[in-house]
């Protein structure tokens, strides 16, 4: 016996006698009577939604701050400033040679 | 004819509805989509009862998650996704004694099966024998081969749909297919040795 033709035919046959979609006489019914009276709260999917809803502003607020930061790095030299007064607030004792301790 | 985006649109009515705590609003869309439940659900199980039992659960997951459907596509594919992950939750708890031998057959099915032999083209596939021996091989297969077989290979879906369905990546649902495939060939060699081969 061919057993691919006959898987063929087979297959071939559940294709042409698709099952009925018949719903027993007022099935609704019987599902309404054990629904409760509203939705369980699903804490975790509740929780799963709002981190994703969350993740599109956070990312838009940190693209945001990288771009302000790192164009008023560029426009504003005040790093430079404080470098320098750091620098010059280290040296003090150095260079004024006539203060004792 | 109602087209899709005002039947999406009714049915985002009736989901908010339901959410707001109306119970009664869950009615219509039990009425719309119970037919298709219904046809899905027979495919896996033949007991009418067991059938029954399915779709039940299929509507009571579906009002208890209503809250995690996001809207993104429309609900009957929601539905029908929970529907088969429903189905094949069934077949994995049903896995009964999957063992069967030519001696189960009827004798209409071994009919059929001997014209099958003698002249594969004489073996209507629109006979009822062909119909339940189908039945009876897709039993013997592994629930991921049955469901695999059936979406893909009875219903005609598309490798992608099957993984939207069922929720398995692309590449897991191909090899599933080809072991499917073979297992089904399998079951109908070990069927047909004692007599045939």
Redesign the interface.
């Given at each position: 016996?061919?057993?691919?033709?006959?898987?063929k035919?087979?297959?071939?046959?559940?294709?042409?006698?698709?099952?009925?979609?018949?719903?027993?006489y007022a099935?609704?019914q019987?599902?309404?009577a054990?629904?409760?009276?509203?939705?369980?709260?699903?804490i975790l999917?509740?929780w799963n939604?709002r981190l994703w809803q969350a993740a599109g502003p956070c990312v838009a607020v940190m693209l945001l701050l990288g771009a302000w930061t790192r164009f008023a790095q560029h426009k504003d030299s005040s790093r430079e400033t404080l470098a320098a007064d750091l620098e010059s607030s280290l040296y003090l004792p150095f260079d004024n040679s006539t203060e004792t301790w | 004819m109602p087209d899709s985006a005002t039947v999406e649109r009714a049915d985002a009515e009736l989901i908010a509805a339901?959410?707001g705590?109306d119970?009664?609003s869950?009615?219509p869309l039990?009425?719309k989509y119970?037919?298709?439940v219904?046809?899905t659900a027979?495919?896996y199980a033949r007991r009418?009862s067991e059938v029954?039992d399915i779709?039940?659960e299929v509507?009571?997951k579906a009002?208890?998650?209503?809250?995690?459907f996001?809207g993104d596509a429309p609900f009957e594919h929601w539905l029908m996704r929970l529907a088969v992950r429903t189905c094949y939750d069934f077949l994995r708890a049903h896995q009964r004694n999957r063992e069967m031998s030519f001696a189960d057959f009827t004798d209409e099915e071994t009919d059929w099966?001997d014209r099958?032999?003698a002249k594969?083209s004489d073996?209507s596939?629109?006979?009822a024998a062909?119909?339940e021996?189908?039945e009876k091989?897709?039993a013997l297969l592994s629930p991921a081969a049955r469901l695999v077989?059936t979406l893909l290979?009875?219903e005609?879906r598309s490798v992608k749909e099957v993984a939207a369905l069922t929720g398995w990546s692309v590449p897991v649902v191909k090899i599933r297919a080809f072991r499917a495939?073979a297992e089904?060939?399998k079951c109908?060699?070990k069927l047909?040795r004692g007599k045939?081969?």
């Open positions: 016996m061919n057993i691919a033709e006959l898987q035919k087979l297959l071939a046959s559940a294709r042409a006698n698709p099952p009925s979609d018949d719903v027993p099935f609704e019987r599902i309404l054990v629904l409760p009276s509203k939705p369980a709260c699903d999917a509740t939604r | 339901v959410l705590g119970t009664a869950f009615e039990l009425k119970q037919p298709r219904f046809a027979r495919r009418e029954e779709v039940q509507f009571l009002f208890h998650k209503l809250n995690s996001r099966l099958f032999a594969p073996a596939e629109n006979a062909a119909r021996l189908v091989v897709l077989i290979e009875i005609d495939r089904m060939r109908l060699e047909a045939y081969l």
